[in-house]
């Protein structure tokens, strides 16, 4: 594309050129045919429109002078467009406050919607199209214009920037809107009021993700324009994210049906419900002409200010398609007295040449021809020049919704307050070389430019104008809607407006309730290449798809997504854990052995049992205390074993519900004492029982003075004191804490107690151990010493229950998890202290209670002597 333009410039080029030396002072090698429109001033201004959208060539040849394009397709939007550039001109020339001492004049030509034609125009205006223009011999002077407003496309202000800018002839865009021209250093000369499309990007980006259309098709057109607008949405959308391309796909410059039709079944079958259309009018046109036929409904589309509020395209065969369509249009604006002016609009009879534009308009409004006399022809109407503009219908007269010409006329408006301000200059303070000032008499257009810069004003509208460093004007858009009529007809509604924000994008406001949606639910569509992935999920991509196309993946265990289309799912706090759903955090659940749960009341039950039975044989042992097998078994011991293992089966309490901690610390404390106190006592009562049977063979009665009353307590407190002092160091040095573990479960918070210190704890069960091995082999050695009753073989049978116990219960606690494990440690307490209770005074008992004759001395003493 940029290899045909150079080449469609150097050809142009080559038109022109100066005569050399022996020709007369600046000769024109040769004058362009444009179509044109003059009015003489002390400073000319040029403009560039399109006046014609279709332009016809003959083949160039090399033997004679090639033939001028002829310009085809009248656009009386376009001529609108330079009428009000003469307006502002004359609107100018009388404001006594504006060039009060100058008078303005215009050069307007034609582009025909051709490069070579509007770069040929370009040409003209800086050069002239009359011979001798300048009276000094080496061409030097005022050129024929100072500047010039256009052009309209943005290639051909490309190509004429690139030339003209080299000379600093200021340029003022009012419909180029290519991002490319914001480079100032390439284009120094180029100025707009109309936004660039990086802006209008931005615009058309925001409409999109207000409302969530993240899978659109781009249509451009095969120029400049439509390549910048492409490279802009690709860079802005992997800027922003939010939306991706389906497609981008150029439409062809000229008419050609086969690549049109593959384009419209291109959108026909994607899944994109969004088609955004960055084309002039004319492609445009082609598109839809080709979407009507193939009957490609469903679409929402979304124009560029190229098309946003053509005329052309609001036909009644378009309307089912383009209905709803939203686009961004240029700035609306009030141009106060322009329906007046363009009323006199009239063939000027002294200049009826047929390159004028006004002939050409009037031609063509009232489908006559001015022709010379001798070329009459009795069939074809004539044009009088009486016809009246009020009496026909034209759009030349409807300024209800002026765009273009707004910016058109702030275009002049720029120019003129530059060109005043550089005027009142003040001798001695100006900008230029040795602070001089620009004279009226040899105005230069670089001169313009510096004051073109600093230009500030506000237009009768209430729209302030002033350019940026990249000679940008303040960007500003209206957001329009197409509405299709209940009579078939149509309308174009301002539905909201993009302004610049603080941050340099778009700032989008828009009323909803105003837009029409041609869609049987009257919604907005949904435009999308995968479906929004709902709370719970998170996006996967889909391998070699856009970031647009993707998978919803759930959420992993303990990590939410609460909101749709999310990229990440979020790990859950310490204490929480996933709902089933996977959108929420919710508190993990507790587990710890409680009094609440079947398992935590079956073992307190068994407790308090445990303890009410104890309570109830020392109630026995109290009121049988003067019996013989009270007495004979050392009574004090036995209340002291039956308070110990009341004790021992109240300390399980302390293992069930929430861990506190105090309990934690309590707990292993009152467990190991407990059992100390308890196996001190069998201890000592065994080795009482050994004393016993030994004084009562001759010569040992000595023995039973180390085994007196005090003996026994001095033992039992001494026993039991080391027990407290380990566990004093043990709380100490390393205190058990409550401790929240999820090592077992992810979902559950286990509260257990940490022991502090393994080693603490295993030397308070080895203490107890060895207490307890010490007794059941004692206790086993003394099993077959003569007596009715030995207490000796019931001490041994319930050391043996206590140690298979615990035996058991060190694998068993080791292997269980949380509150599992505090159960088989309770389990294990209340085990060995019902297989001690049982078995130490379950006999006692049945003899106290059922064998009352059993009860006595006799019957304890009197088989003695005989072996069992």
């Known amino acids: 594309m940029e290899a045909l333009l150079y080449t469609r410039f150097l050809v142009t080029l080559s038109f022109v050129s100066v005569a050399s030396s022996t020709d007369s002072p600046c000769s024109l090698r040769r004058r362009f045919r444009l179509n044109e429109m003059h009015e003489p001033g002390d400073v000319v201004l040029g403009g560039l429109f399109e006046v014609h959208y279709t332009s016809l060539f003959s083949n160039i040849t090399y033997t004679s002078e090639p033939e001028q394009p002829s310009c085809e397709g009248f656009d009386t939007l376009g001529f609108r467009d330079a009428m009000t550039m003469a307006f502002a001109v004359e609107e100018i020339n009388k404001n006594p406050d504006l060039l009060p001492n100058l008078t303005l004049g215009y050069s307007l030509y034609d582009n025909c919607g051709a490069l ?8 003209s205006l800086a050069s002239g199209q009359e011979e001798g223009i300048s009276p000094q011999e080496n061409c030097s002077g005022t050129p024929p214009i100072l500047a010039i407003v256009g052009d309209s496309y943005s290639t051909f202000s490309i190509a004429i920037a690139n030339v003209l800018g080299l000379f600093k002839i200021p340029i003022v865009s009012y419909f180029a809107t290519c991002s490319c021209l914001s480079d100032h250093r390439q284009f120094p000369s180029f100025f707009r009021t109309i936004p660039s499309d990086a802006f209008q990007v931005n615009a058309v980006i925001q409409i999109l993700k207000h409302f969530g259309w993240t899978w659109v098709g781009l249509l451009v057109t095969d120029d400049d324009y439509g390549f910048y607008v492409a490279q802009s949405f690709q860079s802005s959308l992997s800027q922003q994210g939010g939306a991706c391309l389906a497609y981008v796909e150029v439409l062809p410059w000229d008419s050609k049906p086969g690549e049109l039709k ?9 899944m994109a419900r969004v088609v955004i259309v960055f084309a002039h009018e004319i492609h445009t046109f082609r598109l839809i002409e080709e979407v009507a036929e193939q009957n490609v409904t469903g679409q929402q589309w979304i124009a560029s200010e190229a098309w946003a509020s053509a005329a052309v395209l609001q036909i009644p065969r378009f309307i089912p398609f383009l209905g709803g369509t939203l ?9 106060p007295g322009l329906r007046d002016f363009l009323l006199q609009t009239h063939p000027n009879k002294n200049n009826n040449y047929e390159t004028n534009l006004v002939r050409q308009f009037w031609e063509h409004t009232f489908q006559c021809k001015f022709k010379p006399a001798e070329e009459e022809e009795d069939d074809e109407a004539l044009c009088t020049g009486d016809e009246d503009l009020e009496q026909v219908e034209t759009e030349l007269l409807d300024v209800s919704n002026l765009r273009p010409e707004y910016n058109v006329y702030k275009a002049v408006y720029a120019l003129a307050h530059a060109l005043d301000e550089m005027l009142h200059c003040e001798p001695g303070k100006g900008p230029f070389v040795d602070r ?11 001169q313009l430019l510096h004051y073109l810069q600093k230009v500030n004003f506000t237009t009768p509208f209430g729209d302030q104008v002033s350019f940026d460093e990249n000679g940008d004007a303040l960007p500003m858009y209206d957001v329009m809607n197409w509405v299709w009529l209940p009579d078939g007809g149509t309308k174009i509604q301002n539905v909201g407006e993009v302004k610049k924000s603080a941050f340099g994008r778009g700032e989008l406001v828009l009323n909803e309730n105003l837009i029409f949606w041609n869609f049987e639910s009257k919604q907005p569509p949904q435009s999308a290449c995968s479906e929004n992935c709902p709370p719970g999920t998170r996006m996967a991509r889909k391998k070699g798809q856009p970031v647009c196309c993707f998978d919803c993946i759930p959420c992993s265990d303990g990590k939410i997504s609460n909101g749709s289309n999310a990229r990440e799912c979020i790990s859950c706090p310490e ?30 039950t068994t407790s308090l049992l445990g303890t009410f039975i104890c309570a109830l044989v020392l109630g026995i042992f109290i009121y049988h205390r003067s019996t013989p097998i009270v007495r004979a078994n050392n009574s004090e011991l036995s209340f002291l074993l039956l308070v110990s293992l009341k004790l021992c089966f109240l300390c399980s309490l302390l293992f069930i519900g929430r861990p506190r901690l105090w ?23 065994t080795m009482v029982v050994l004393a016993v049977f030994k004084a009562s063979k001759p ?13 026994q307590r001095g033992t039992v407190f001494t026993l039991t004191c080391i027990q407290a002092a380990v566990c004093t160091v043990w709380i100490v040095s390393a205190s058990p804490m409550p401790h929240k573990n999820t090592q077992y479960h992810n979902d559950k918070i286990v509260y257990e107690c940490e022991v502090g210190s393994t080693f603490g704890f295993a030397v308070l069960l080895s203490y107890i ?60 307490i209340l085990a060995s202290s019902f297989g001690l209770l049982v078995a130490l005074f379950g006999p006692k008992c049945y003899i106290i209670l059922l064998r009352p004759e059993r009860n006595t001395k006799k019957a304890i003493m009197g088989r003695g002597i005989t072996t069992s």
């Not at 070579?116 to 040409?123: P, Q």
């Not at 000595?702 to 003996?711: D, E, I, N, V, Y």
């Open 262 to 270: 593959r384009i419209v079944n291109l959108i026909k079958t994607s």
């Open 327 to 335: 686009g961004i249009a240029i700035r609306r604006g009030e141009i």
């Open 575 to 604: 204490d929480f854990w996933s709902s089933p759903q996977r959108d929420d955090c919710l508190p993990k659940e507790t587990e710890f052995l409680s009094y609440h749960e079947p398992l935590g009341i079956c073992l307190t």
């Open 769 to 828: 151990g060895l207490l307890a091995f010490i007794s059941f082999v004692l206790a086993f050695l003394a099993r077959n010493l003569p007596d009715n009753f030995n207490e000796a073989k019931l001490i041994t049978f319930s050391m043996l229950i206590f140690c298979a116990v615990w035996v058991a219960f060190v694998p068993a606690y080791i292997n269980s998890p949380g509150r599992y494990a505090d159960a088989v440690e309770v389990f294990a």
């Open 436 to 446: 001089t000032c620009a004279a009226l008499q040899s105005l230069e257009p670089w």
């Open 663 to 685: 309990t934690c610390q309590l707990r292993h404390a009152a467990f190991g004492i407990s059992f100390v106190l308890c196996v001190s006592c069998i201890l000592v009562k």
């Open 116 to 123: 070579v034609i509007g770069f040929s125009g370009a040409l």
């Open 699 to 711: 010569g040992g009665g000595a023995s039973l003075k180390w085994f007196g009353p005090t003996q």
